[in-house]
């Protein structure tokens, strides 16, 4: 079965320092894989979302990036972090190609900027 | 932009009876549904979809029913228990793609 793991859970930063968050699917191989941001109350913004090793697609214009070094393996980042980048962060991932794919969801990180 | 829409932020019932928890949506080229629940500092989890060819579908408790016409989605949960507490959220799909639009989501209480 398919597992999605993020870490870590919970991280808190001060403002300007650096951010890194892994994510790594387990279980299936070339899946679509996303970043989404939770704020407090909030629905899911998506910050990121790629379909393949090296391709990336940016949905907001932000001070955050990601990567993706291998098929399963997605990696949210910043140089400095600001006060607004406070949430709840979230991979997902899907099935590559079909036509009705799901987002699978995993546990999230919680970060705390201050 | 075109987005998804709840009617009801929170939402309180009592242990036994019916949900309804509702989602509009704007897009009319949007194909594809999602439901999902998510309970306090975890990650959403898939409770059921709905394609566009389709006006009703069932769960265990669930029902999701859509009515292109008026661009309306809602969930129905069936004898509510405590442990179904938590938000929940509809997506919607927009033109075929892999990303999805979701809702700012509805918080379910039930109440003992």
């Known amino acids: 079965s398919q597992t999605i793991h993020q870490w870590p859970a919970t991280l808190v930063q001060p403002v300007g320092s650096p951010l890194s968050l892994e994510c790594t699917v387990e279980g299936t191989s070339n899946p679509n894989l996303y970043w989404y941001r939770q704020a407090a109350g909030r629905g899911l913004q998506l910050l990121f979302y790629?379909?393949?090793?090296?391709?990336i697609s940016s949905e907001v214009p932000q001070n955050l990036s990601a990567s993706r070094p291998q098929d399963r393996q997605f990696i949210l980042s910043s140089k400095k972090l600001l006060l607004s980048d406070s949430g709840f962060y979230l991979c997902a991932w899907s099935v590559q190609g079909g036509n009705y794919n799901e987002q699978f969801f995993g546990p999230g990180t919680r970060l705390t900027v201050l | 932009g075109e987005s998804v829409g709840l009617h009801l932020p929170t939402l309180s019932v009592q242990e036994g009876d019916n949900s309804i928890i509702n989602c509009a949506y704007s897009n009319s080229a949007s194909d594809y549904f999602i439901w999902y629940k998510q309970e306090s500092g975890k990650g959403p989890q898939f409770i059921i979809d709905i394609r566009s060819n389709m006006d009703k579908r069932q769960g265990q408790r669930v029902t999701v029913l859509l009515n292109k016409t008026v661009k309306h989605l809602s969930l129905q949960i069936a004898a509510t228990q405590p442990g179904d507490s938590a938000v929940y959220f509809c997506?919607?799909?927009?033109?075929?793609?892999?990303?999805?639009?979701f809702g700012p989501g509805t918080r379910l209480s039930v109440l003992p």
């Open positions: 790629s379909v393949g090793i090296g391709q």
């Open positions: 997506a919607e799909r927009w033109d075929y793609g892999q990303n999805f639009v």
